[in-house]
């Protein structure tokens, strides 16, 4: 019974990766599209999440400044870390500057904290990447039209959480395509 519960949870992962697929691949080249054209200009990634999100962000951050798959100089970007109200939004207000991206993966909960930093973002002049669930927890009302919404259709915060990586791993891999050109990876 344990084995047939253990089988399922990755049947429902892998039907959720497929899925996704298809319904996300257009926002996660539009937010990797942005990424790059902050990158290449200058500019640099702050990124910062909620719950499970919160975890997620240092290990973009770390793909960015180190390396992913491939090495490649480093690329400025900053994990922001603050579960007070309005810490993150501090943070986007002291270290963000015009042109840079800020990407929020909201891991589920109440994510008023994200949103108070993707307000203070859209006050330096900043584009907004947010990850999220089927629940889009009132995002397209704190987004501008430059800014993307990746929503994973999907409602269970496991699954969600899974392709949120996922998705962070195609921005990194995008990030190094268009920057580096193609390459076989081993």
Request: charged share 10%; no cysteine; hydrophobic share 55%.
């Given at each position: 019974m344990l084995e047939q519960r253990i089988q399922q949870q990755f049947f429902e992962s892998a039907d959720l990766q497929n899925q996704a697929a298809e319904m996300i691949s257009r926002p996660v080249a539009d937010?990797?599209?942005?990424?790059?054209?902050?990158?290449?200009?200058?500019?640099?990634?702050?990124?910062?999440?909620s719950d499970v999100g919160?975890?997620?962000?240092?290990?973009?951050?770390?793909?960015?400044?180190?390396r992913f798959e491939r090495d490649r100089?480093?690329?400025?970007?900053?994990?922001?870390?603050?579960?007070?109200?309005?810490?993150?939004?501090?943070?986007?207000?002291?270290?963000?500057?015009?042109?840079?991206v800020l990407l929020l993966v909201d891991g589920g909960g109440v994510p008023d904290t994200l949103h108070?930093?993707?307000?203070?973002?859209h006050h330096k002049d900043m584009t907004v990447i947010v990850?999220?669930?089927?629940?889009?927890?009132?995002?397209?009302?704190?987004l501008t039209e430059t800014?993307?919404?990746?929503?994973?259709?999907?409602d269970h915060a496991a699954r969600v959480a899974e392709t949120h990586l996922l998705v962070l791993h195609c921005l990194c891999d995008a990030i190094d395509l268009q920057l580096m050109g193609e390459q076989d990876l081993p």
């Open positions: 937010a990797a599209e942005a990424l790059t054209g902050a990158l290449t200009a200058g500019g640099k990634l702050l990124v910062a999440g919160a975890a997620l962000a240092p290990i973009m951050a770390v793909a960015f400044t180190g100089p480093p690329l400025a970007a900053m994990a922001l870390q603050d579960h007070r109200s309005s810490g993150l939004a501090q943070q986007v207000t002291a270290l963000g500057q015009p042109g840079d108070l930093a993707a307000d203070a973002a990850l999220t669930g089927a629940d889009t927890g009132g995002w397209r009302a704190h800014d993307v919404l990746v929503a994973v259709p999907h």
